[in-house]
């Protein structure tokens, strides 16, 4: 069934009667081509493209709960791609662009809001870092504006510009940046791919890889084994539980991420906003509650829940912008598990193990990234050759010291 206006009248008019399910809800097969671990964005992004792009049919999404119970429907829903090294900015600008038209390719309403981003400046040394970066966007064709105080003080008139702890002394902005509701993005992605013959597969966990001679067979799981051609896990924060069955050893760890949503307010927000001189990030949903967000828990943990030291950290760094904030009150919090990869970046590549092939890494910064994340790894199952703008994404670069530090001071497990 094909969504539009036009359908949303008729069904309005005729009692409702029409609308069918989503997606099936299939008996695996004894064996498909390709056999994709995880129904998060990534995978089913990845499903997607290959039946749509890449003319594979035969294909099955293996999801141990339910579709959108993941990171992409936990996280704080910021599309962007302000990056600045070589290794990932074609990449997010890629995945923009693919957000852009990700609506129509998928015939379903995602919420794509371009509102956009916009990066604080708190000291000299920070409008030459961020300048530098708008420079490297424009560079790979992405969008950057150098904000000066005046301009953003008619855009956002409630920060305190002058006499905070931290005075903003401008900002860096991406107009094309902005969110996204987050599980429609995984709604979308499986209804197409489901349209397309993709056999989407919840409530099926994988307990084990069937690993002959070297080569991948197949998969255990808690409905019987199913056998592939081709294994594409995508499993984010549990990434390193999942390869351990294949006896792989990842450079990743994994942590919990909190996401905050206040009681439901008036337009206040009218774009996306990150701190620079603590972690925190906010936008306003279309339903009026400050969404928002912080650093990682200081732990390893595999919890899909916070402790309360994030949450204080978090409400200071919102306290030092939004001062106007501190007597809203906070609805609802929750955690995700992310998969922080050792230099910070993702990876996207085949492993030692025939047929076996891994993508993760994505730690907070993975919403964003499904389209491109979705079109490369489907890239590299159909065609074995890894897709032109994730290609330095390779596990590789950690045996050659070819890191892609975004931030160029690693990823601080030492600190989390
Ligand atoms: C609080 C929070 C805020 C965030 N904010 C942002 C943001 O603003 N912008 C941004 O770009 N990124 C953000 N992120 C990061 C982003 O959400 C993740 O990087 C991304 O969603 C991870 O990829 P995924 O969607 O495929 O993961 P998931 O949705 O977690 O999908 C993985 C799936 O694999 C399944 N699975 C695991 N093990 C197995 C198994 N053995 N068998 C079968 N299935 C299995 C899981 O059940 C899960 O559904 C945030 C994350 C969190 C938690």
């Known amino acids: ?3 539009s206006g036009f359908r949303v009248i008729k069904e309005a008019l005729t009692g409702h009667k029409g609308w069918a399910p989503a997606w099936r809800d299939p008996e695996p097969a004894s064996h498909y081509d390709i056999v994709i671990i995880g129904g998060g964005g990534h995978g089913l992004a990845t499903a997607h493209y290959l039946a749509k792009e890449f003319g594979q049919a035969r294909v099955a999404v293996i999801e141990k709960g339910w579709i959108g119970g993941g990171n992409v429907g936990r996280n704080t829903t910021i599309i962007r791609s302000n990056y600045l090294l070589d290794g990932n900015e074609p990449f997010y ?6 957000w852009e038209g990700l609506e129509q390719d998928v015939n379903y309403n995602a919420m794509v809001s371009q509102r956009g981003i916009l990066n604080l ?9 961020f300048i530098r970066r708008g420079n490297a966007m424009i560079l790979n064709g992405a969008d950057a504006d150098m904000l000066s105080t005046a301009q953003i003080k008619k855009r956002y008139p409630f920060l305190n510009t002058d006499d905070a702890r931290f005075p903003i002394k401008g900002g860096l902005a991406q107009h094309r940046g902005g969110t996204v509701r987050h599980d429609a993005v995984a709604w979308g992605y499986a209804r197409s791919a489901d349209s397309r013959g993709v056999d989407i597969i919840q409530n099926c966990e994988v307990t ?15 409905r019987g084994f199913i056998g592939a051609g081709k294994v ?13 069955l294949a006896n792989m050893r990842l450079p990743i760890e994994s942590h919990v991420l909190q996401a905050f949503v206040s009681e439901g307010l008036k337009p206040v927000l009218p774009g996306v906003i990150t701190f620079g001189a603590g972690h925190f990030y906010c936008s306003q949903s279309d339903k009026g509650g400050l969404v928002f967000g912080g650093d990682i828990d200081g732990y390893n943990s595999y919890a899909q829940r916070g402790n309360l030291p994030v949450v204080e950290d978090v409400c200071e760094g919102a306290m030092a912008i939004f001062p106007m904030l501190g007597r809203a009150r906070l609805l609802r919090m929750w955690g995700g598990v992310m998969d922080m990869s050792m230099d910070g970046s993702p990876i996207i590549d085949r492993t030692h193990i025939e047929g076996l092939y891994f993508n993760g890494g994505w730690c907070y910064g993975g919403f964003k ?4 994340s979705g079109f490369a790894f489907a890239h590299l199952l159909a065609r074995g050759e890894p897709h032109p703008t994730a290609s330095s994404y390779r596990f590789g670069r950690f045996e050659k010291g070819l890191m892609i530090d975004e931030k160029g001071m ?6 989390h």
């Open 1 to 3: 069934m094909r969504y």
């Open 208 to 222: 084990g890889f069937r690993i002959e001679d070297g080569k991948c067979k197949g998969v255990e799981t808690t």
């Open 369 to 372: 990234a499904p389209p491109a």
């Open 93 to 98: 600008e890629f995945s923009l662009k693919l």
């Open 410 to 415: 690693g990823n601080q497990p030492n600190l």
């Open 121 to 129: 400046i708190h000291s000299d040394g920070q409008r030459d870092a």
């Open 232 to 244: 594409g896990c995508a499993v984010a924060g549990n990434s390193s539980r999942l390869m351990s």
